[in-house]
């Protein structure tokens, strides 16, 4: 089992930038990869941004440019840059680890930006 605990969300304004971080516990040795998603109300869940444990990142065309994710393994955790943030990024933002054929997902921190 893997336990994620994300913090970081808040109110921001169009512009602004915020960073998200997701702290990882547990059989972390099986993870693969990590990322981010969204939920946008009225809206399915969507990726945001992943990388591997070989560090290879992959970006929603909407991010790019504007987010990275980065991470920290000494700390087990996985971080998302968010600059110029706009209104349409508002949503709640997931944090997934994907390892032995088993996704695991954290709680959700809201990510809310006013224009």
């Known amino acids: 089992q893997v336990q994620l605990v994300e913090s970081g969300g808040g109110l921001v304004q169009a512009g602004g930038s915020l960073r998200l971080s997701c702290a990882a516990s547990?059989?972390?040795?099986?993870?693969?990869?990590m990322g981010w998603y969204r939920q946008a109300p009225g809206k399915q869940r969507e990726l945001v941004a992943t990388?591997?444990?070989?560090?290879?990142?992959n970006y929603a065309d909407s991010v790019k440019g504007r987010f990275t994710i980065s991470r920290d393994n000494a700390e087990n955790t996985v971080y998302l840059q968010m600059n110029s943030l706009k209104p349409e990024d508002t949503g709640v933002y997931y944090c997934?680890?994907?390892?032995?054929?088993?996704?695991?997902w954290g709680q959700g921190t809201q990510v809310t930006v006013s224009s």
């Open positions: 990388i591997t444990s070989g560090d290879s990142t």
């Open positions: 997934n680890a994907y390892g032995n054929g088993f996704d695991y």
């Open positions: 547990g059989s972390i040795f099986s993870i693969n990869a």
